[in-house]
């Protein structure tokens, strides 16, 4: 049974930073696409930026600049690297994984497997 356990989540001034981590159970983890996405209090799930299976990465134009991703295939984890916070960003961050079937690791929908949530509150 696949697992994504996030962590690193907290309270941070605008300005400050933050990485937050994702652990998976998977086997073939380095077969996965994997994706971090976020909802705000009344809003809907968002993309924030993803890496593929071969390294390429994607980002949402509001976070371009200030996040970054990354993976360490050896030890099953992708980081989340966020600069430059700023109070919109405040939101529930979820760690998001599927195998690599083409498609876009933008969509929300392709993904397969989901973490339970970090929270990350970002003060003015």
């Avoid at 009344?42 to 390429?56: D, L, M, P, Q, Y």
């Avoid at 961050?93 to 969509?107: E, F, I, L, T, V």
């Amino acid at each position: 049974q696949v697992q994504l356990v996030e962590s690193g989540g907290g309270l941070v001034q605008a300005g400050g930073s933050l990485r937050l981590s994702c652990a998976a159970s998977i086997r073939t983890f380095s077969d996965y696409d994997m994706g971090w996405f976020r909802q705000a209090p009344g809003k809907e799930r968002e993309f924030v930026i993803a890496i593929s299976w071969r390294g390429s990465t994607y980002y949402s134009g509001s976070v371009e600049g200030r996040f970054t991703i990354s993976r360490d295939n050896a030890k099953n984890t992708v980081y989340l690297q966020m600069n430059s916070l700023k109070p919109e960003d405040t939101a529930v961050y979820y760690c998001a994984g599927r195998h690599n079937n083409g498609g876009d690791p933008r969509s929300l929908k392709e993904y397969d497997y989901w973490g339970q949530g970090t929270q990350v509150t970002v003060s003015s």
